[in-house]
């Protein structure tokens, strides 16, 4: 069974870092591990994605330059650095798991079946 548990979130001021955890479990594997994030009101959105190697990463714009994930696949953990976070990065920030995942869906929340409960971030002003 296959289980993702995020952690790392919370309150941090404009200009603030915070790093996210993500430890998976039951994934026989290596797996492409994306992070989504999703506001109020809002639909989920593409934040970046690492694949199983570690060796290719992708952001969506708008953390571009801000944000990296990264991979300790010895530990069956990815991480997202958050840096320079401003108010509209407040979100519940997820974890997913894809074992075959083309290079052009890495963006695609559809392309990933395995989904951790979240994690709320929250970047005050």
């Known amino acids: 069974q296959v289980q993702l548990v995020e952690s790392g979130g919370g309150l941090v001021q404009a200009g603030g870092s915070l790093r996210l955890s993500c430890a998976a479990s039951?994934?026989?594997?290596?797996?492409?591990m994306g992070w989504f994030r999703q506001a109020p009101g809002k639909e989920r959105e593409f934040v970046a994605a690492i694949t199983s190697s570690g060796d290719s990463t992708v952001y969506a714009d708008a953390v571009k330059g801000r944000f990296t994930i990264s991979r300790d696949n010895a530990k069956n953990t990815v991480y997202l650095q958050m840096n320079s976070l401003r108010p509209e990065d407040t979100a519940v920030y997820y974890c997913?798991?894809?074992?075959?995942?083309?290079?052009?869906?890495?963006?695609?929340?559809?392309?990933?079946?395995?989904w951790g409960q979240g994690t709320q971030v929250t970047v005050s002003s």
């Open positions: 997913a798991a894809g074992r075959w995942v083309p290079a052009g869906d890495l963006g695609y929340a559809g392309a990933y079946p395995y």
């Open positions: 039951g994934l026989t594997f290596r797996y492409t």
